[in-house]
């Protein structure tokens, strides 16, 4: 791919005045992204890609810093009810959207009405399917009502997708609301050209009258893993959100460039279909887990920048719980377990992940793990859309589903226990449904996750979740992998633009150190 260069870099190199052409552009930041933008209604979108661009643009009721944690941004504070039926919002007041539209109660009530409206086929509705009304008893302050108890209403209100959106704007554009995106962020959408670049400039209205710093900020898609470094490198870009292990020592070695990392939130795992008959003998599945060595997968994979998972969720992931024992790897306890389990000379699975070149790695590893107990893996690489479609195809079935063990990873985007345990281990998360690979099903498990989301209460919430990472913990129905670490590159005296746990980015407080 031909790299990016605006005439001015190139006009300023030609000069010998690299620091006239940076001072000059103080002011405005490029980034490089490592996919193309879909589109700009994060309420409509699966994609982080799309989140990590709109999130200068919208903000959300409650948000995340960058350690998962909750904090306020439109919402100034919340509280839930203790049956986790109603969650009352205090506004923040005197807050415009950008095209001059006052944000208010009325305004959350149509974002929130909207998104839980099923006809209009919103994909994040499946996070508001259990609103029932949404009041507004006075201009700064929401209620909200659900059919039935879910205690993780908060967390969810601070998804990515769940932004706010100008109420005159959805009036205007409609459905193509993803290409006119009017929010309450620091920065206004400017122009798009999609798969070329996208710009977004200053609010000038912004509430907050001590940003946005930047007045221009512009995203280049770059899928190329090598072109997003070397733009880095040469100043077309000053950040870079997905920055590869492999290509960090390059970025750490330069003297105006650094390396950020940070603990992820996504779980990446082996999941065992527990459709087949091998794969319902806990000692088969205890043996898959004893035969994977998961620091050397943690190294041959992500170069080391990634942790062997101590629990079905990653640490920063709220009500985490630590499981003992510890994974371990021992060849010779699993071929144990196998000869009682009665395949003393193995069998033949096949195993499906992405054909990235991150996948094809874990692909080739687990396969000569694997083969260390006599299990022949057949490894099938699969285009992006072709693993979805087989996946999530509503005409999947647990008894149809072809593959015999797939990778996949989840970040529970809520930073919320019951949006990785409900969706992966929950019965009612088998595919095609939510991420539930394995087809694990377990009535403790199930019964523990509902529990936890009929209460508001953290503690009572703790403990529930605490039965159920015990009881995943024991049955193995997956073979966890590891959690990797979020790794961007930034050149050096730019502040707050950095990558989340979750996946995505800010740059909403990007600002140049004077």
């Known amino acids: 791919m031909k790299l990016l260069q605006t005439a001015a870099f190139s006009a300023a190199l030609m000069a010998g005045s690299l620091g006239a052409f940076q001072a000059a552009h103080a002011a405005e930041m490029s980034i490089a992204l490592n996919q193309i933008v879909q589109g700009l209604n994060p309420q409509d979108s699966n994609y982080n890609v799309d989140y990590s661009v709109a999130n200068g643009i919208f903000e959300r009721l409650i948000a995340f810093d960058g350690d998962m944690k909750l904090v306020p941004q439109l919402a100034t504070s919340w509280e839930g009810s ?10 923040r007041q005197g807050v415009k959207f ?3 539209t006052d944000f208010n109660a009325a305004a959350v009530k149509i974002n929130l009405d909207r998104l839980a409206d099923p006809d209009l086929n919103l994909k994040k509705h499946s ?3 259990l609103v029932e009304s949404v009041e507004t008893p006075d201009e700064n302050t929401v209620v909200i009502k659900l059919s039935k108890p879910f205690g993780a209403m908060i967390n969810t209100l601070a998804h990515p997708s769940i932004v706010m959106q100008s109420p005159a ?13 009017v929010g309450t962020g620091p920065f206004k959408f400017e122009e798009w050209v999609p798969g070329e670049k996208l710009v977004v400039v200053k609010n000038e209205g912004y509430w907050d009258p001590e940003w946005p710093k930047l007045d221009k900020v512009t995203f280049y898609p770059v899928p190329e893993n090598g072109t997003r470094v070397s733009m880095l490198m040469s100043d077309e870009v000053q950040f870079v959100p997905i920055l590869p292990a492999e290509l960090m020592k390059r970025v750490s070695e330069s003297d105006s ?24 003998d806990i000692r088969v599945r205890e043996a898959f887990n004893l035969a994977i060595d998961q620091q050397a997968f943690a190294q041959v994979v992500y170069g080391g920048h990634a942790i062997v998972p101590d629990a079905p969720l990653a640490p920063a992931t709220q009500f985490h719980a630590t499981q ?7 060849v010779a306890k699993a071929k144990e377990l196998m000869k009682e389990a009665g395949y003393e000379n193995g069998f033949e699975v096949n195993l499906w992940a992405r054909n990235n070149s991150t996948e094809v790695r874990m692909l080739q590893f687990l396969k000569q793990q694997l083969s260390q107990i006599n299990v022949n893996v057949q490894i099938v690489p699969l285009e992006g859309a072709t693993r979805a479609e087989k996946l999530f195809g509503a005409n999947l079935t647990p008894e149809t589903a072809e593959f015999d063990m797939t990778i996949g990873g989840w970040s529970p985007s809520t930073g919320d226990a019951d949006w990785h345990l409900r969706p992966v281990y929950a019965t009612e998360g088998f595919v095609p449904n939510m991420y539930n690979l394995s087809f694990y099903s377990n009535a403790v498990v199930d019964k523990a996750v509902q529990d936890a ?62």
């Open 82 to 91: 203790e049956d986790a039926k109603i969650f009352t919002l205090k506004l």
């Open 98 to 100: 950008q095209d001059g």
């Open 127 to 129: 996070l508001f399917k």
């Open 169 to 181: 704007a959805i009036e205007k554009y409609g459905k193509d609301i993803a290409k006119h995106p």
């Open 257 to 280: 460039y650094e390396v950020l990392e940070k603990p992820g939130i996504s779980v990446w795992v082996m999941a065992m279909n527990m459709m087949r008959k091998q794969f319902q």
């Open 324 to 330: 003992s024992p510890a994974l371990s790897t021992d």
């Open 453 to 514: 989301l009929e209460t508001a209460d953290p503690a009572k919430r703790a403990a529930a979740y605490a039965i159920a990472q015990d009881q995943i913990w024991k049955d193995k129905p997956v073979v966890w992998l590891a959690i990797d670490n979020a790794l961007a590159g930034r050149k050096k005296g730019l502040t707050g633009a950095f990558p989340m746990p979750d996946g995505t980015m800010q740059y909403a407080r990007a600002a140049y150190e004077e």
